[in-house]
């Protein structure tokens, strides 16, 4: 059965790094946009970054502007985020999610799920990130 899979998480100080994976499983990336959610008990999950399946075009939220990058390899059917300089305010599970239907508007993909429960093709299980010295 096809499904993503996250990795990566962990516990860092504050002006750490940590690299996210998401990799996908009984299907390839190819024209699939690929982004990132996070979710803290209690709260509503945000939209992080979003990498689109036509060009590569990358969307973010203003919170992590600068300090995130995310990025595929189409070869290892694998979707990065790069996370520097982390805040405590960064700290929470973290998911990736595909879908074609946002194929070339990665914004779309993180805009369509503000306020509301997007069904998105493909969620992962989460990853949790901690930001604490």
């Known amino acids: 059965q096809a499904h993503l899979v996250e990795s990566g998480g962990g516990l860092v100080q504050p002006g750490g790094s940590l690299r996210l994976s998401c990799a996908a499983s009984?299907?390839?990336?190819?024209?699939?946009?690929v982004g990132w959610f996070r979710q803290v008990p209690g709260k509503e999950r945000e939209g992080v970054a979003c990498i689109s399946g036509s060009d590569g075009l990358t969307y973010y939220v203003d919170s992590v502007k600068g300090r995130f990058t995310i990025s595929r390899d189409l070869a290892e059917n694998t979707v990065y985020l790069q996370m520097n300089d982390l805040f405590p305010e960064d700290t929470a599970v973290y998911y990736c999610?595909?879908?074609?239907?946002?194929?070339?508007?990665?914004?779309?993909?993180?805009?369509?799920?503000?306020?509301?429960?997007?069904?998105?093709?493909?969620w992962g299980q989460g990853t949790q990130v901690t930001v604490s010295s």
């Open positions: 999610a595909a879908d074609l239907a946002f194929y070339g508007d990665p914004a779309g993909f993180i805009r369509v799920s503000e306020g509301i429960s997007y069904d998105y093709e493909y």
């Open positions: 009984g299907f390839t990336f190819h024209h699939y946009a």
